[in-house]
């Protein structure tokens, strides 16, 4: 094999990681830009709602009818409102956590077995006695292999962790929302009497 063929097939591994990198560009993007249109969508109802609840307390005929539009069921309404986005974002952070894991997944195996095939060529076509340099090459290369193992596992962990954490974010947010509702409740129950 000459240099010209190893170049090639290095120049060929190299466009692979190229074509990943891109991709995850793209999913990125893609996955930044949903998350833009939720934040919008959430602002804008957040925006109309306030603007409504501000029409009705501008045309309420006393104190009390304003105090009674901002109990429990505009709480309650808002921190709904809020659940059903934290909801749509988590969606979103998972499906994208998933694609990288399919794309990393995907590339760490493009990328070993190239790795593997320019190895081989190198060592089928390496000259008479260089034995030596071949099988030190090979164990440096099972090396950059077993990195890509350990890179492989400390992604999936990693996703997991970031599952986990928003698993946890959304259920601590629930609990807020439960908690204001269990304090609102009793306020409602007084001025009902």
Request: no cysteine; hydrophobic share 40%.
């Amino acid at each position: 094999m000459n240099h010209d063929q190893v170049s090639a097939k290095l120049s060929h591994i190299h466009s692979k990681n190229l074509e990943t990198v891109f991709s995850l560009g793209e999913a990125a993007i893609e996955n930044t830009q949903k998350l833009v249109e939720l934040n919008y969508d959430a602002s804008k109802n957040a925006l109309l709602h306030a603007q409504d609840n501000i029409q009705h307390i501008i045309t309420a005929k006393d104190p009390k009818a304003v105090t009674e539009m901002l109990q429990a069921e505009t709480l309650q309404e808002v921190g709904n409102q809020a659940i059903a986005h934290q909801r749509k974002v988590t969606k979103v952070l998972r499906e994208s956590g998933k694609e990288y894991a399919n794309v990393v997944e995907a590339s760490i195996e493009q990328a070993q077995a190239g790795m593997q095939d320019w190895v081989n060529t190198l060592a089928a076509n390496a000259p008479a006695g260089s034995d030596v340099f071949v099988s030190a090459f090979k164990t440096s290369m099972n090396s950059v292999m077993q990195g890509f193992e350990q890179f492989r596992e400390a992604s999936k962990d990693a996703m997991a962790t970031v599952e986990k954490s928003a698993d946890q974010a959304f259920d601590a947010f629930q609990g807020q929302i439960a908690q204001v509702k269990k304090v609102a409740a009793p306020t409602k129950a007084r001025k009902a009497a």
